[in-house]
């Protein structure tokens, strides 16, 4: 028994619902643990996953956090477009929402410990947001990766735009957010998206040897390592994504993003012809139907 306030707690007195959280042999498993929606995030995967990434980064008996998803099928796909149905309506709670989300990767860049993303499954998004908030990555040689703001009515502006030029470069940043296409895993390994594309069969065999490379290190030299690494990200990170979390929130009320959203729930395509119609024929793009409001 100990009486430190600053150190971790055993992951079942957490209760945690939408995601798992083990330790086991000076690692930390974070789990996205909503398979039936390919892993989505809500607001509750953000809460929890704050609580946990604290954690892992107070327990002096953890030296490196893995963070994956629960099933095969899915990493992680970004946000729950249901759930963001909601702050079309109120864009002033999508900004509280993404604050939370903004947190979560701050905390996660900055645990002072090592992470590894085990992409288990396809990573979508906002999914590949938290992929290179992660140090290292190891991918299944079967998943695809793929950044769809463009093609959905946002933009991935909470990552992905500050970091892909600096991991894979200025010309093929650009062609993943302006054309959203699958990125395969071994082009991602390629590119230097991922570190690792291995069969599915030997993904956690991979993932435990990195660990035990990462662990097999000083963990105060790991930390400061990890905090001059961080400098570009830094950089770039918080002279965007202030101005960029208004931004999104201002413009959830965008026919672009009523399209996006409605189109998925409505399971087909967005009617792109249509949006780009009335701006060539100055038809109120800007407004929703149209409808420009009466100044008179």
């Known amino acids: ?31 996205f643990n ?34 994956t998803g629960a099933g095969e099928r899915a990493f992680c796909t970004g946000a729950d477009l249901k759930e963001q149905k909601q702050f079309i309506k109120r864009p002033r709670d999508y900004w509280k929402w993404m604050g939370e989300f903004v947190e979560v990767h701050e905390l996660l860049r900055n645990l002072g410990k090592p992470t ?12 590949n ?3 290179m908030s992660c140090d290292l990555a190891v991918a299944a040689d079967d998943i695809y990766i793929r950044q ?43 590119w230097g998206l991922i570190n690792w594309a291995v069969p599915r ?25 990890k905090q001059q690494l961080n400098f570009w990200r830094d950089f770039s990170w918080h002279l965007t994504i202030g101005h960029g ?19 998925f729930n409505e399971k087909r395509a967005p009617n792109y012809e249509e949006i780009r119609r009335r701006w060539a024929e100055d038809d109120a793009p800007e407004w929703i139907g149209g409808e420009i409001p009466d100044t008179e």
């Open 201 to 225: 069969a030997e993904l956690d065999q991979k993932v435990d040897e990195i660990a035990g490379k990462l662990l097999a290190k000083f963990p105060e030299k790991t930390r400061y390592t």
């Open 129 to 131: 947001e938290f992929n």
């Open 34 to 67: 909503r398979p039936r929606v390919l892993n989505a995030i809500n607001y509750g995967v953000l809460s929890e996953l704050k609580i946990a990434f604290k954690d892992a980064s107070w327990d002096d008996t953890i030296g490196v956090v893995v963070l």
């Open 245 to 263: 979390r208004d931004w999104l929130a201002i413009h959830n009320t965008s026919p672009e993003t009523w399209e996006g959203v409605q189109s």
């Open 1 to 31: 028994m100990t009486d430190r306030t600053f150190t971790g707690r055993d992951p079942d007195t957490f209760g945690f619902e939408s995601i798992l959280y083990e330790k086991q042999e000076g690692r930390a498993t974070v789990t």
């Open 148 to 190: 769809v703001g463009t093609s959905h009515g946002s933009v991935a502006l909470a990552g992905a735009t500050q970091f892909l030029p600096l991991i894979v470069g200025d010309r093929r940043a650009r062609e993943i957010l302006l054309l959203n296409e699958e990125i395969p895993a071994k082009k991602a390994e390629e």
């Open 116 to 127: 590894v993303a085990r992409l288990n499954g396809i990573v979508v998004g906002g999914g």
